[in-house]
């Protein structure tokens, strides 16, 4: 048995330091789970920050070429050169873990082959869901399971902006803001509030419980960026609805449907108080039925819990020499699931428009959609919290429709004359 393993970090930001601070703060109860020692024998990082132990250098070759490592741990984030990496550490025959959901996400088949290959491993409980272990839950404690439906919030930065929103009631770019400052916000923010940070996550959590790769172009992707607070505020108050981002996957007859979208859903639903930074994955499993999963979705120490999570697992692995012996991560289910196109789902709908307060406008417009098949619910109508004293809000909820039939609908609705913006559309999820 191996009485000392040892890592090679690759990045040393704030996920880490964190990974470095749970491995001083807990060591002796780490090693004493491992059977052996563990100890960080380099650091890739260009900021040549102080280390504890180990050398820093800045080529992560050096890291992969030691013969003394057996870990690396990728921090970097990002596609490239994440990906290189990571392929280039299996290749000499080091096992990986990993926290980054984008070169998983696009590279998952390429990952999973080559670690199988050579026989090692690759570990990223971290990737989705901060300190949650959703990813071992759903790949060993739901084994057993047809997985039927997943359903989360998957990014602390949009939860947080959404929170903001309703409850300081501040508009999506103030919001944003103070996301940013408190600091969980990806470096390039765009991911996260256009709902590819989600996407990334989403497709993971897909891609583990289906055993077949779900690509970001398999996901139907919508982000926060264009939510108002009038529309948050409008549904929580009148209907007592609550706007999160969720990532959704459901398998049907017809296939997988999968989305990221801005969702409205009821006071009650189990997601309605997950707020700020917070994440929850709901997953439902033909045996065991729904099982929920709630914590903290970014942060340095959330995240760093994860990553020494699959350090301690690989570690053990690692000690007995039987890591890679057999595959984390099985690939390539032969039963391919067919993708569902958005079009083709069905769903209930908040609908907003904005049209000019003349007669005949909520008749032209109920005739559209109902020659598209989709069915009202209810009508409101609301005045303009600004602008001109002729336009008006309408809002309508609609029954379960067919989501082409609404798009065809709104097409010819937003090109009418008396609308004056595009109309505003929300799937309602129960
Ligand atoms: N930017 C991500 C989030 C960090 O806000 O959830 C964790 O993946």
Known sequence: MKKSIKLGLVGYGTVGQGVAKILRKNKSYIEHK????????????????????GYCCADYKQLIADPEIDIIVELIG??????????????????????????????????????????RLVYFEASVGGGIPVVQALNEGLAANQIQKISGILNGTT??????????????????????????????????IEGI???????????????????????????????????INFAKDEFGYVMKLLGSAKLSKQGLEVSVEPCLISGSHPFANVEQEYNAVLIRGDAVGDVMFYGKGAGQLPAASAVVSDIIDLAKQVAVDTAGKLPYVKYGFSKRIKIVPQEQSYGCFYLRFSAIDKPGVLSTVSGILSRCGVSI????????????????????????IKYGGLLRALRQIDALPVIKSKTVKFRIKD
């Open 34 to 53: 491992i059977g052996a020692s563990v100890e960080i024998a380099g650091v890739c990082d260009l900021r040549k920050p102080r280390l504890d132990s």
């Open 78 to 119: 990002g596609y490239e050169p994440a990906r290189s990496l990571i392929l280039e550490a299996l290749n000499a025959g080091k096992n990986v873990i990993t926290a980054n959901k984008a070169v998983l996400a696009k590279y998952w088949d390429e990952i999973f082959k080559t670690a199988s290959k050579n026989q």
């Open 159 to 192: 939860n947080y902006i959404l929170t903001e929103m309703t409850k300081q009631k501040i508009d999506f770019k103030s919001a944003l803001a103070k996301a940013q400052k408190a600091g969980f916000a990806e470096a390039n923010p765009t991911f996260d």
């Open 197 to 231: 940070d989600t996407a990334h996550k989403l497709a993971i959590l897909c891609s583990l419980a289906w055993s077949r790769w779900v690509k970001l172009d398999d996901i139907s992707i919508s982000g926060i960026s264009k939510v108002t607070a009038e529309d």
């Open 377 to 400: 619910a209810s009508v409101y109508q609301k005045e303009p919290l600004s602008g001109s004293r002729r336009g008006a809000s309408i809002v309508m909820l609609t029954h379960r």
